[in-house]
């Protein structure tokens, strides 16, 4: 089981490398294309921060090294989880898988530009949500799975009962 978790943690980080790409490519900094006028649109933004625009703006030389010392040792931590919980193909295997390739899309551009390009923003008027990519969502949707297995699912004792 453990070749499905790196292949989809794998196309997680091939669609993330190729969509960034593609907007970099097409769209020039700061510049939108709506797609649901008054709710969304691809934008092409570059953010030196943490995930949503976090210290974004902070001055501070240690910021990047910080940012990708800590991605490197969550993709550590999510690995060895990963490698130690890959017996079966379940939410908390691709949780895991879809973590690893988001965290390892991010650092990508983190070690070659020194920030991450984001594409999607959501909006309804003057509200908008940070904007995101594809390593990003595949991040939260991990994450979700992870939160809904621990919630939702019962222990085998609750099981057994």
Do not use: C
Not at 5 to 31: E, G, M, N, P
Not at 42 to 57: T, W
Not at 60 to 69: D, F, P, R
């Amino acid at each position: 089981m453990r070749k499905y978790h790196f292949l989809i943690a794998l196309s997680v980080v091939v669609l993330d490398r190729f969509t960034k790409w593609t907007i970099a490519r097409r769209l020039s900094l700061h510049d939108s294309i709506p797609v649901i006028p008054g709710f969304f649109r691809i934008i092409h933004a570059e953010n030196p921060g943490a995930a949503f625009g976090i210290f974004a703006d902070s001055p501070s030389e240690w910021k990047v090294g910080l940012l990708i010392a800590f991605s490197v040792i969550a993709l550590l931590i999510v690995s060895v989880l990963l490698w130690k919980n890959s017996h079966s193909l379940n939410s908390t295997g691709i949780g895991l898988s879809l973590i690893l390739g988001g965290a390892m899309g991010n650092l990508w551009d983190r070690l070659v530009s020194r920030h991450v390009v984001d594409f999607l923003l959501f909006y309804v008027g003057p509200h908008q949500w940070p904007a995101f990519n594809v390593a990003d969502s595949a991040i939260v949707v991990g994450a979700g799975l992870l939160v809904f297995e621990i919630v939702f699912t019962k222990s085998p004792s609750e099981q057994s009962a």
